[in-house]
Protein backbone atom coordinates (compact mmCIF):
# COMPACT_ATOMS: atom_id res chain seq x y z
CA UNK A 1 0.00 0.00 0.00
CA UNK A 2 1.33 3.42 -1.03
CA UNK A 3 -0.14 6.87 0.44
CA UNK A 4 0.85 8.76 -2.28
CA UNK A 5 -1.25 5.81 -4.77
CA UNK A 6 -4.43 6.75 -5.96
CA UNK A 7 -8.05 5.43 -4.18
CA UNK A 8 -8.90 2.25 -6.11
CA UNK A 9 -12.75 1.85 -6.73
CA UNK A 10 -13.65 -1.39 -7.75
CA UNK A 11 -17.82 -2.65 -9.18
CA UNK A 12 -18.66 -5.53 -11.09
CA UNK A 13 -19.99 -2.64 -13.31
CA UNK A 14 -20.37 1.21 -13.28
CA UNK A 15 -22.73 1.03 -10.22
CA UNK A 16 -19.78 2.07 -8.27
CA UNK A 17 -19.58 5.54 -9.85
CA UNK A 18 -22.28 6.32 -6.91
CA UNK A 19 -19.27 5.59 -4.97
CA UNK A 20 -17.12 7.73 -6.48
CA UNK A 21 -19.10 10.83 -6.29
CA UNK A 22 -19.39 10.65 -2.70
CA UNK A 23 -15.42 10.16 -2.02
CA UNK A 24 -14.48 12.71 -4.39
CA UNK A 25 -16.22 15.32 -2.57
CA UNK A 26 -14.83 13.98 0.52
CA UNK A 27 -11.24 13.69 -0.49
CA UNK A 28 -10.63 16.14 -3.40
CA UNK A 29 -6.95 15.97 -3.03
CA UNK A 30 -6.95 12.16 -3.78
CA UNK A 31 -6.50 10.94 -7.21
CA UNK A 32 -9.16 8.03 -7.72
CA UNK A 33 -8.69 4.55 -10.38
CA UNK A 34 -12.12 3.11 -10.99
CA UNK A 35 -12.27 -0.67 -12.07
CA UNK A 36 -15.21 -1.77 -14.02
CA UNK A 37 -14.98 -5.78 -13.92
CA UNK A 38 -17.80 -5.71 -17.03
CA UNK A 39 -15.95 -8.56 -18.25
CA UNK A 40 -17.54 -10.93 -15.52
CA UNK A 41 -20.56 -8.60 -14.61
CA UNK A 42 -23.06 -9.52 -13.79
CA UNK A 43 -21.89 -11.25 -10.55
CA UNK A 44 -25.05 -13.09 -9.75
CA UNK A 45 -24.56 -15.55 -12.75
CA UNK A 46 -21.43 -16.84 -10.96
CA UNK A 47 -21.26 -20.49 -9.25
CA UNK A 48 -19.91 -18.77 -5.69
CA UNK A 49 -16.41 -20.75 -5.61
CA UNK A 50 -15.57 -19.98 -9.29
CA UNK A 51 -16.50 -16.03 -8.62
CA UNK A 52 -14.13 -16.20 -5.76
CA UNK A 53 -11.07 -17.18 -7.18
CA UNK A 54 -11.83 -15.06 -9.79
CA UNK A 55 -11.53 -12.35 -7.49
CA UNK A 56 -8.14 -13.20 -5.92
CA UNK A 57 -7.04 -13.64 -8.91
CA UNK A 58 -7.82 -9.94 -10.37
CA UNK A 59 -7.10 -8.22 -6.84
CA UNK A 60 -3.82 -9.46 -7.29
CA UNK A 61 -3.27 -8.45 -10.52
CA UNK A 62 -4.85 -4.72 -9.54
CA UNK A 63 -2.72 -4.12 -6.67
CA UNK A 64 0.69 -5.14 -8.37
CA UNK A 65 0.03 -2.65 -10.90
CA UNK A 66 -1.56 0.44 -9.30
CA UNK A 67 0.10 0.05 -6.12
CA UNK A 68 -3.15 1.89 -4.37
CA UNK A 69 -3.36 3.72 -0.92
CA UNK A 70 -6.60 2.11 -0.22
CA UNK A 71 -9.26 -0.19 -1.98
CA UNK A 72 -12.88 0.39 -1.97
CA UNK A 73 -15.04 -2.64 -2.88
CA UNK A 74 -18.24 -0.83 -3.87
CA UNK A 75 -20.20 -3.92 -4.45
CA UNK A 76 -22.10 -5.76 -1.70
CA UNK A 77 -21.82 -9.10 -4.04
CA UNK A 78 -18.01 -9.36 -4.38
CA UNK A 79 -17.46 -8.18 -0.98
CA UNK A 80 -19.87 -10.07 1.00
CA UNK A 81 -18.07 -13.10 -0.69
CA UNK A 82 -14.30 -12.45 -1.03
CA UNK A 83 -13.57 -9.35 1.69
CA UNK A 84 -12.40 -11.74 3.73
CA UNK A 85 -10.72 -13.96 1.89
CA UNK A 86 -8.90 -10.58 0.37
CA UNK A 87 -7.74 -9.42 3.61
CA UNK A 88 -5.99 -12.40 4.32
CA UNK A 89 -4.58 -13.12 1.21
CA UNK A 90 -3.39 -9.47 0.92
CA UNK A 91 -2.94 -7.72 4.37
CA UNK A 92 -0.51 -4.89 3.41
CA UNK A 93 -3.70 -3.61 1.36
CA UNK A 94 -6.48 -1.92 3.77
CA UNK A 95 -9.67 -2.92 2.04
CA UNK A 96 -13.40 -0.64 2.25
CA UNK A 97 -16.25 -3.31 2.01
CA UNK A 98 -19.86 -2.39 0.54
CA UNK A 99 -22.30 -4.33 2.88
CA UNK A 100 -26.24 -4.10 3.06
CA UNK A 101 -27.09 -1.26 5.63
CA UNK A 102 -29.00 -3.14 7.53
CA UNK A 103 -27.80 -2.11 11.17
CA UNK A 104 -28.89 2.04 10.20
CA UNK A 105 -32.13 0.74 8.83
CA UNK A 106 -33.19 -1.17 11.62
CA UNK A 107 -31.65 2.02 14.13
CA UNK A 108 -34.16 4.83 11.91
CA UNK A 109 -37.61 2.62 11.28
CA UNK A 110 -40.57 3.84 13.30
CA UNK A 111 -42.85 0.77 11.98
CA UNK A 112 -40.26 -2.12 12.14
CA UNK A 113 -40.83 -3.29 8.83
CA UNK A 114 -37.57 -2.75 6.26
CA UNK A 115 -36.67 -4.45 3.10
CA UNK A 116 -33.52 -5.61 1.82
CA UNK A 117 -33.55 -4.84 -1.74
CA UNK A 118 -30.07 -6.76 -3.38
CA UNK A 119 -28.60 -9.15 -5.97
CA UNK A 120 -30.07 -12.76 -5.12
CA UNK A 121 -26.12 -13.79 -4.43
CA UNK A 122 -26.36 -11.05 -1.79
CA UNK A 123 -29.77 -12.35 -0.11
CA UNK A 124 -28.52 -15.90 0.21
CA UNK A 125 -24.93 -14.94 1.70
CA UNK A 126 -24.91 -15.50 5.55
CA UNK A 127 -23.21 -12.74 5.75
CA UNK A 128 -26.42 -10.72 5.57
CA UNK A 129 -28.58 -13.08 7.51
CA UNK A 130 -25.77 -12.56 9.88
CA UNK A 131 -26.22 -8.79 10.10
CA UNK A 132 -30.16 -9.02 10.15
CA UNK A 133 -29.63 -11.38 13.32
CA UNK A 134 -27.24 -9.30 14.84
CA UNK A 135 -28.77 -5.37 14.12
CA UNK A 136 -32.33 -6.06 12.93
CA UNK A 137 -33.62 -9.08 15.02
CA UNK A 138 -36.41 -6.68 16.64
CA UNK A 139 -37.43 -6.00 13.12
CA UNK A 140 -39.33 -7.96 9.97
CA UNK A 141 -36.66 -8.00 7.81
CA UNK A 142 -37.87 -8.99 3.77
CA UNK A 143 -35.03 -9.87 1.77
CA UNK A 144 -35.68 -9.57 -1.54
CA UNK A 145 -33.51 -10.91 -4.35
CA UNK A 146 -33.49 -9.44 -7.71
CA UNK A 147 -31.84 -10.85 -10.64
CA UNK A 148 -32.43 -7.95 -13.25
CA UNK A 149 -32.28 -4.75 -11.34
CA UNK A 150 -28.44 -4.09 -11.50
CA UNK A 151 -28.83 -4.94 -15.15
CA UNK A 152 -31.50 -2.53 -15.69
CA UNK A 153 -29.73 -0.17 -13.86
CA UNK A 154 -26.71 -0.08 -16.04
CA UNK A 155 -29.02 0.25 -18.83
CA UNK A 156 -30.61 3.18 -17.70
CA UNK A 157 -27.23 4.80 -16.18
CA UNK A 158 -26.30 4.31 -20.40
CA UNK A 159 -29.32 6.10 -21.51
CA UNK A 160 -31.64 3.38 -22.64
CA UNK A 161 -34.90 3.16 -22.15
CA UNK A 162 -36.36 1.48 -19.17
CA UNK A 163 -39.90 0.66 -18.70
CA UNK A 164 -41.68 1.34 -15.14
CA UNK A 165 -42.91 -1.93 -15.38
CA UNK A 166 -40.01 -3.96 -15.43
CA UNK A 167 -38.60 -1.44 -12.65
CA UNK A 168 -41.78 -2.24 -10.11
CA UNK A 169 -41.42 -5.83 -10.88
CA UNK A 170 -38.40 -6.29 -9.27
CA UNK A 171 -39.11 -3.70 -6.35
CA UNK A 172 -43.14 -4.59 -5.52
CA UNK A 173 -42.00 -7.54 -3.08
CA UNK A 174 -40.69 -4.56 -0.62
CA UNK A 175 -43.62 -3.08 -0.15
CA UNK A 176 -45.21 -4.68 2.89
CA UNK A 177 -48.48 -4.23 5.05
CA UNK A 178 -48.83 -5.75 8.20
CA UNK A 179 -51.46 -5.02 10.95
CA UNK A 180 -51.33 -1.77 10.12
CA UNK A 181 -47.64 -1.02 9.60
CA UNK A 182 -46.27 -0.66 6.30
CA UNK A 183 -42.28 -1.18 5.66
CA UNK A 184 -40.58 2.54 5.64
CA UNK A 185 -37.17 1.67 4.67
CA UNK A 186 -35.89 -0.32 1.74
CA UNK A 187 -32.17 -0.67 2.15
CA UNK A 188 -30.44 -0.28 -1.45
CA UNK A 189 -27.79 -3.28 -1.35
CA UNK A 190 -26.25 -2.81 -4.22
CA UNK A 191 -24.07 0.03 -5.31
CA UNK A 192 -26.40 -0.16 -8.83
CA UNK A 193 -29.52 1.02 -7.34
CA UNK A 194 -29.37 4.61 -6.14
CA UNK A 195 -29.16 5.70 -9.81
CA UNK A 196 -32.94 4.51 -10.18
CA UNK A 197 -34.02 5.94 -6.66
CA UNK A 198 -36.04 8.58 -8.11
CA UNK A 199 -37.86 5.76 -10.54
CA UNK A 200 -38.25 3.97 -7.28
CA UNK A 201 -39.98 6.77 -5.52
CA UNK A 202 -42.49 7.27 -8.19
CA UNK A 203 -43.47 3.99 -8.55
CA UNK A 204 -43.71 3.24 -4.43
CA UNK A 205 -47.07 2.81 -3.29
CA UNK A 206 -46.14 4.90 -0.18
CA UNK A 207 -43.79 6.98 0.57
CA UNK A 208 -40.01 5.08 1.76
CA UNK A 209 -36.80 5.74 2.47
CA UNK A 210 -34.12 4.38 0.06
CA UNK A 211 -31.38 3.86 1.95
CA UNK A 212 -28.31 4.55 -0.29
CA UNK A 213 -24.73 3.73 1.82
CA UNK A 214 -22.15 5.48 -0.58
CA UNK A 215 -21.80 8.38 1.72
CA UNK A 216 -20.98 6.14 4.58
CA UNK A 217 -18.67 3.84 2.38
CA UNK A 218 -16.96 7.16 1.40
CA UNK A 219 -16.46 8.42 5.24
CA UNK A 220 -15.28 4.92 5.96
CA UNK A 221 -12.62 5.23 3.08
CA UNK A 222 -11.72 9.06 4.63
CA UNK A 223 -11.37 7.84 8.09
CA UNK A 224 -8.74 4.93 7.37
CA UNK A 225 -7.14 6.93 4.88
CA UNK A 226 -6.26 10.36 7.36
CA UNK A 227 -4.69 13.48 5.29
CA UNK A 228 -3.20 12.74 2.51
CA UNK A 229 0.80 13.67 1.96
CA UNK A 230 0.51 14.28 -1.73
CA UNK A 231 -0.06 17.89 -2.97
CA UNK A 232 -3.35 17.79 -5.34
CA UNK A 233 -2.34 17.20 -8.84
CA UNK A 234 -5.52 18.55 -10.93
CA UNK A 235 -8.56 16.60 -9.54
CA UNK A 236 -10.86 14.49 -11.51
CA UNK A 237 -9.40 15.31 -15.00
CA UNK A 238 -6.08 12.65 -13.33
CA UNK A 239 -8.51 9.85 -12.60
CA UNK A 240 -8.99 6.80 -14.94
CA UNK A 241 -11.08 3.42 -15.38
CA UNK A 242 -9.84 0.06 -16.44
CA UNK A 243 -12.12 -1.78 -17.81
CA UNK A 244 -11.61 -5.78 -17.65
CA UNK A 245 -13.95 -6.21 -20.55
CA UNK A 246 -13.30 -5.70 -24.48
CA UNK A 247 -16.57 -5.12 -25.54
CA UNK A 248 -17.46 -1.63 -24.36
CA UNK A 249 -20.78 -0.20 -24.58
CA UNK A 250 -20.10 3.38 -26.24
CA UNK A 251 -22.78 4.91 -23.73
CA UNK A 252 -21.06 3.48 -20.82
CA UNK A 253 -17.59 5.02 -22.62
CA UNK A 254 -19.52 8.48 -22.29
CA UNK A 255 -20.51 7.70 -19.14
CA UNK A 256 -17.58 7.40 -17.68
CA UNK A 257 -15.72 10.59 -19.66
CA UNK A 258 -18.87 12.50 -17.86
CA UNK A 259 -17.54 11.34 -14.66
CA UNK A 260 -13.94 12.98 -15.78
CA UNK A 261 -12.25 9.49 -15.82
CA UNK A 262 -10.11 8.90 -18.96
CA UNK A 263 -9.84 5.51 -20.75
CA UNK A 264 -7.32 3.43 -19.79
CA UNK A 265 -5.69 2.22 -23.02
CA UNK A 266 -4.82 -1.30 -21.35
CA UNK A 267 -7.47 -3.86 -19.60
CA UNK A 268 -6.86 -5.65 -16.48
CA UNK A 269 -8.16 -9.65 -16.56
Not at 153 to 158: F, L, S, W
Given at each position: ?148 LAAL ?6 GIAV ?55 AMQA ?48
Open positions: MSDDGPVLIFDSGIGGLTVLREARMLMPERRFVYIADNAAFPYGDWEEAALLEHLLRLFGQLLEEIRPACVIIACNTAFTLAGAALRERFPETDFVGTVPAIKPAAERTASGLISVLATPVTVKRDYTKGLIESFAAHCHARLVGSRYAEDYICADSALWAEIAPCFVEEEGRRTDIVVLACTHYPFLANRFRKLAPWPVDWLNPAEAIKRMLGPSTAAADGGPNHDFVIFTGENLRPEAVRLMQGFGLKIAARRAG
